[in-house]
C-alpha cells in the first residue's frame, strides 16, 4: 500500500476508537445521571412522605 492509504487505514482506525471511547464515556455519565436522580427522586418521596404522616 502507498503512504497516503496507510494514512487513511490509520485515520479510520482513530476515528472509530475515539467513537467508542466516547460512547463508554456517555454510558458512563448516564448511569450517573439516572443514579443521581433516583437518589433526588427517594429523597423527595421521603420528605412528601413525612409531611403527610405528621
Known amino acids: 500500500m502507498s503512504a497516503p492509504e496507510d494514512d487513511k487505514q490509520r485515520d479510520r482506525e482513530i476515528a472509530a476508537n475515539e467513537a467508542e471511547r466516547q460512547a463508554v464515556s456517555a454510558v458512563r455519565v448516564s448511569s450517573?445521571?439516572?443514579?443521581?436522580?433516583?437518589i433526588v427522586g427517594i429523597i423527595a418521596v421521603a420528605l412528601v412522605w413525612a409531611w403527610m404522616t405528621r
Do not use: F
Open 32 to 38: 450517573w445521571a439516572i443514579g443521581l436522580a433516583v
